[in-house]
DNA sequence: CAAACTGTACCGGATGGAAGGTACAGTTTG
DNA sequence: CAAACTGTACCTTCCATCCGGTACAGTTTG
């Protein structure tokens, strides 16, 4: 067997969303971009919708892989802190605006958004309770400021100053660690 | 003359991207769902990029009447932390994934950001030194922390639990109120 | 005052091209 | 050999855009 293109092609797509947008994803720009035709797109993905949703398991897959290497190990075999100090970091530093579009985009979509809405629950999520905790209140905070980075970078004309964000990834990251640690396992 | 149903237009085309996304922003749609018909929209909005153009700008525009309103003035008149607590508030309170999806995906050009980078220019600008002091490393932490409940609002199958959701608010805002006041002034 | 005129706001259908999708016969490569 | 493609031709739907026409508010002019 010959070795398949299929990552080749969704890392073109994301590069077609990248520069131009979700709308953009056409077979025939995605072939231009990876350097296939739009008949060999079809044998992997027999429709657009199909190539999307490819895109957003793609992404899911590769997004818990970084985090799990971020911790070394799965996401039910370490704390809450540390889970939620990985989010952070791995957020802080591989985020794209790609990504982002293609996340909302889909967020009406079940079939899209259910990859990466099991990351997050996984990694990052809400508060359960209702009337949270102050610590749990501020790990919430931290997420959405990794997320709000994540977001800034994605629109703004010029990337932010690296020494600033060196500081707000430390800022976040000391922010995480501070207080005594609480007894917590993971298979919550 | 006739009232014209220009911003009427624009409404329904918000809606339709609220609804399914930029990419379903088309004249049929959008005449549609305010309607009008698609000579109707064309008499206003002579091609679909003009169209997406004036959407930036109906929202640029609203964003900043909303900010106004929220401190009683304009931005040049209030003291840096007030223009930074007005942002969070009116963030959290009124952001919807339609803007953010426009946003996103105009990112890349110039005449469809220019308004609202303005806003965030003039409201909640990154630190402008490249070695920022607590104070404004905070500020800015906690602009993103806003974006980022923005981004999670938008993302998210269901909405954040309103209790959870009012302490985030209360956190962000007791946060931007609390050490000494520097004087600052608004022109910068 | 009223007929005539002007310009804005809007309707509704026609058109042409781009893009999704189908089909299938040939080619490369492990 | 068989999976993984290439390449071409074709159909169909969708959608941006164009444009001739209608309704009507406001203004001019006799």
Redesign the interface.
Known sequence: MRQSKRTQILDAAFRVVQ?????AVTFESVAAESGLTKGGLLYHFPSREALLEAMHGHMAQRWEEELEGAVGGAAGEVSARERSAAYAAVTARSST?AE??L???G??E?AM?APW?GV?ERWAP??VS???SRRE??A?????????????E????RP??P??RR??AE??AAASAEGPEEDEDGDA
Chains 1, 2 share one sequence.
């Open positions: 520069r131009a947008g979700v709308r605006r982002l579009l996340m909302l985009e967020a009406n079940p958004c809405h997050l809400a508060p209702a009337e949270p209140l501020e919430f905070v931290h997420r959405l400021a990794a997320d709000g980075l994540w977001l800034y994605s629109l703004a004309e932010l100053d020494r600033v500081r707000v800022y976040l």
